[in-house]
C-alpha cells in the first residue's frame, strides 16, 4: 500500500545536499531544524543563537516559551539571530 507519493533517493539526496549548501554559505552556527530545538533552552538558559532563517516554526517555538516562561526574545530578522532579553 502506498501512503503517498514517494520520491526517488538520489532526489531526496540532492534536494538535501543543497539545504546543506546554503547553510554552510550563511553565518549561522545551527540550521533552523536544531534552532527550533534550542529555544526551550535559550528560554531556561539565557543566550543566542545565529540560524540560516527564522521561520514560523521558530516563531511559534518563541511565543510558546515566552507565555510559558518569563523572558522575551530578541529578533533580528536579517541576520537570523536569536538572544534573550533580560
Request: aromatic share 6%.
Amino acid at each position: 500500500m502506498r501512503w503517498g507519493k514517494s520520491k526517488p533517493a538520489e532526489i531526496v539526496g540532492r534536494e538535501a545536499g543543497q539545504k546543506l549548501r546554503h547553510t554552510l554559505s550563511t553565518e549561522a552556527v545551527v540550521d533552523v531544524h536544531l534552532a527550533d530545538n534550542i529555544i526551550p533552552l535559550l528560554a531556561l538558559a539565557g543566550g543566542q543563537i545565529r540560524t540560516d532563517a527564522i521561520t514560523d516554526h521558530i516563531r511559534a517555538n518563541m511565543y510558546v516559551c515566552a507565555r510559558f516562561l518569563d523572558v522575551r526574545f530578541k529578533v533580528d530578522e536579517a541576520a537570523a539571530w536569536i538572544g534573550i532579553e533580560r
